[in-house]
């Protein structure tokens, strides 16, 4: 398969920004990748994957990613006439878009392609309408379904289902059934579970593009407020708005660059995904498809993993990720994320961006801030919260809700190239 490597990234500051459009963020996540490639414009740019949820909600339902990238065009930054495709999959939409451009270059389709996410989530004066971009990633089809579903697993898990729009969203409700599932099963507690936001907020309290940056002792993280046994507010991501980028390329243009970019390229190893399901609390998740098929396509083990940024929307979904991702045995997330194994200077560093509860979660643009955090890990460039080893880092992304599963989850594995 033909290589392809990172050569540009960025991700703006996330954060409530109700003064910002959507144009003047993927104009400010853009032109930032372009720099960080070195490239004053995008001519050479063949393809484009504009990720995005909720646009619709203000009103632009349909070509978001032309409409965005118009100015842009007529300003001679960004080429005329190349296609571009409007990616969405909830939560893993940037992380979808990522996709598409990678197999733009893994099948000789483009020599350069652009991966960005744009999101705004936060509508100061219409609550309703954050609402509605996050009603969009469950069934509104047949809501029956999931009903029947949840009310079932309440039952079996020891905590019945009872949302409450007053406390967040319905989301929050299902995270906090499985973590009491797991609770039950395993013996994890609510203060491992405060123990591993404790840690994500400290490492947010180090990047500069986190929307929260305080620290927090897992005592102050429990003594917060509830939102759904177990989750406090601490525990669960927060609304925002952000945008992120990545432009991605050949080896044949990779060789045509500045030696100043090569040495700052980052191959993509494996990029997978995978489709949820309504599965029972005890059959492992999509992810742990997604990432075996990734350690596959890029002939690695587990162990093999430096670094991760994980898709922790609460801050259980770290202790049930590093499980799927195999870092750890099933049943044993909560001690490893307890153990500090997964802190900044442990052996596996995971969200060392401050991950979704604390760097923030503007849904279209996550999953590439993601990839943002790892190539800045891997290159050395992440500052006080730089990992002590970064050799090969691995992002995993969910999005939507099926069930207990995400509807879509991406894998991605980066890896740093040796110096010459």
């Known amino acids: ?177 499985q973590a009491a599932y797991h609770m039950k099963r395993y013996g994890t507690t609510q203060r491992q579970i405060a123990i591993g936001a404790a840690k994500n907020h400290h490492h947010g309290s180090l990047n500069p593009l986190a929307q929260y940056r305080f620290t927090m002792t897992a005592d102050e993280v429990l003594a917060d407020r509830p939102i759904s046994y177990p989750l406090t507010r601490s ?25 100043g970019v090569r040495e700052r390229a980052v191959k993509i190893r494996a990029s997978t995904m995978s489709g949820g399901k309504y599965r029972s609390l005890d059959e492992p998740g999509l992810s742990r498809i997604a990432a075996d098929r990734a350690y596959k396509m890029a002939g690695i083990s587990p162990s093999d993993i430096d670094i991760a940024e994980v898709h922790d929307a609460t801050s259980f979904c770290e202790i049930y990720q590093v499980e799927m991702l195999r870092f750890c045995a099933e049943g044993q997330g909560g001690a490893y994320v307890a153990s500090g194994e997964t802190a900044l200077g442990g052996d596996r560093p995971v969200n060392l961006s401050g991950g979704l509860v604390s760097k923030g979660h503007p849904v279209g643009a996550t999953g590439l801030s993601m990839i943002h955090e790892l190539v800045l890990q891997l290159r050395g460039e992440a500052g006080e919260r730089q990992a002590k080893k970064a050799r090969l880092a691995l992002a995993e992304n969910g999005g939507g809700v099926v069930g207990f599963d995400e509807a879509a989850c991406a894998i991605t594995i980066l890896e740093r190239l040796e110096p010459n």
């Open 1 to 177: 398969m033909p290589e392809v490597y990172v050569i540009g990234t960025a991700c703006t500051p996330f954060g409530k920004r109700p003064q910002t459009s959507f144009k003047a963020l993927t104009r400010e996540a853009y032109l930032a990748a372009l720099a960080d490639a070195g490239m004053a414009d995008g001519r050479d740019i063949a393809m484009a994957w504009f990720g995005n949820c909720g646009m619709g909600t203000f009103g632009q339902r349909n070509i978001r990613g032309q409409v965005c990238l118009s100015p842009l065009v007529r300003e001679g930054l960004f080429p005329e006439r190349i296609p571009t495709m409007n990616v969405e999959g909830g939560c893993a939409t940037a992380s979808q878009a990522l996709h598409g451009a990678w197999k733009d270059i893994a099948s000789g389709d483009a020599q350069l392609s652009l991966a960005i996410g744009v999101e705004k989530t936060f509508v100061p004066d219409d609550p309703a309408r954050t609402q509605e971009i996050f009603d969009g990633g469950i069934d509104q089809l047949d809501p029956g379904e999931w009903l029947a579903y949840y009310r079932d697993a309440g039952e079996v898990s020891g905590k019945p289902f009872q949302p409450d729009d007053k406390r967040g969203t319905i989301f929050m409700d299902t995270y906090a059934m």
């Open 235 to 259: 525990m669960c991501a927060p609304i925002g708005d952000g945008a992120a980028a990545a432009l991605v390329c050949s080896k044949d243009y990779l060789a045509s660059l500045p030696r």
